[in-house]
């Protein structure tokens, strides 16, 4: 049976002790780095931690559904969201607790959790040199390249149930597996990061490299997000992608990219279904040609 939406009484009920801000029909392709999409019913950006709690047990107890968007890893279909969407934009707090353990909400961008690490001549971050996601995310995704992992330095988590208690989860009680963590449902509202000392030229000069490798190789000038498909084990979907000879495959403004195959770039005015179109066709492609089905690494979201 096909779940009815949430009226806007529904809604009003669930958001009537939040504190945050509240946006009705707010469009979310702004708040994605591939810049398509719909709008959310109704967008909430919680002024803290205690604000956050309010919005999930409101969303609980009125039983809406509610996501939390980062918006550089995620489709949103073109009809939008039902329900709520939350962004995390004023948790932002970062501090280093003893022993170069550092706490970040999980609203921080991984790029300035690295400019903190830094500052303070920690290292362990920089394998997320480029990665534009948000603490977060980066938990949920275990986010990572071939350099590292988020798993490499997490130490917990700090964390809201999908009825709003919070708990520290230790990251021994998770298993990681490639781009996800397996976390109950709720929601990430922070994580406490194990790093260690090292000099900062070190730290500078791994960041660096790491950084013109990805200008060199990845389509940074246009809006993407990031990797599209999972790599097969043993293999790239890259590769695969432009030995099918998919690599500039366009739907509208929806292009394969010429510089990297696991990219797909909007190049003006794609729309999500232009790209899923993409996301199909080269599945189909890849498949035929080499009897590989490439696995999303995006989440899709939003109503069909
Ligand atoms: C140019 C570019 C390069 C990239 N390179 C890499 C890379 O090298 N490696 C890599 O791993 N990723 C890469 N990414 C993808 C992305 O930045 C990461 O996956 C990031 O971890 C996603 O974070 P986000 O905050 O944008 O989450 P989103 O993409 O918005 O969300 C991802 C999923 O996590 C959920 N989520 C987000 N935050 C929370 C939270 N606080 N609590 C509960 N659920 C949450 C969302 O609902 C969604 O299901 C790249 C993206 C771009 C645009």
């Known amino acids: 049976m096909l779940r009815q939406p949430p009226t806007r ?9 939040v504190e945050g801000e509240v946006r009705w029909r707010e ?5 994605t780095s591939l810049q398509v999409g719909g709008p959310a019913d109704v ?3 919680p002024a803290d931690v205690e604000d956050v709690i309010r919005v999930i047990r409101g969303a609980h107890v009125n039983h809406i559904p509610l996501m939390v968007l980062g918006g550089t890893n995620v489709i949103i279909r073109d009809k939008g969201v039902r329900g709520m969407v939350m962004q995390l934009k004023h948790l932002t707090h970062i501090q280093e607790e003893a022993d170069h353990l550092v706490y970040a909400q999980a609203g921080v961008r991984l790029p300035r959790l690295m400019q903190f690490a830094l500052g ?3 290292s362990g971050m920089e394998w997320a040199a480029g990665i534009p996601g948000t603490v977060g995310g980066g938990v949920v995704m275990n986010a990572g390249t071939r350099l590292g992992e988020m798993k490499d330095v997490l130490q917990a988590v700090d964390f809201i149930t999908a009825n709003g208690k919070r708990k520290r989860i230790e990251a021994t009680m998770l298993t990681f597996l490639y781009r996800k963590t397996t976390l109950p449902k709720g929601i990430v509202v922070g994580a406490w990061l194990k790093l260690r000392a090292a000099a900062k030229a070190t730290i500078q000069s791994a960041t660096k490299q790491y950084l013109q490798y990805r200008k060199a190789t990845q389509p ?15 293999d790239s979907a890259g590769r695969l992608i432009e030995a099918a000879g998919l690599k500039g495959l366009r739907m509208g403004d929806a292009e394969v990219s010429t510089k990297h195959a696991n990219f797909i770039v909007n190049r003006g005015t794609a ?12 599945q189909a492609g890849v498949a035929k040609k080499f009897g590989v089905r490439l696995q999303l690494e995006w989440k899709v979201i939003g109503e069909r």
């Open 27 to 31: 469009p979310l392709a702004p708040l």
């Open 43 to 45: 967008l909430v950006i």
């Open 9 to 17: 009484e529904q809604l009003r009920r669930a958001l009537a002790l």
């Open 220 to 234: 940074l000038t246009l809006p993407n997000a990031g990797s599209v498909f999972k790599n097969p084990i043993g």
């Open 271 to 282: 729309t999500a279904d232009d790209v899923l179109t993409v996301v199909r066709t080269v």
């Open 120 to 122: 303070r001549k920690l």
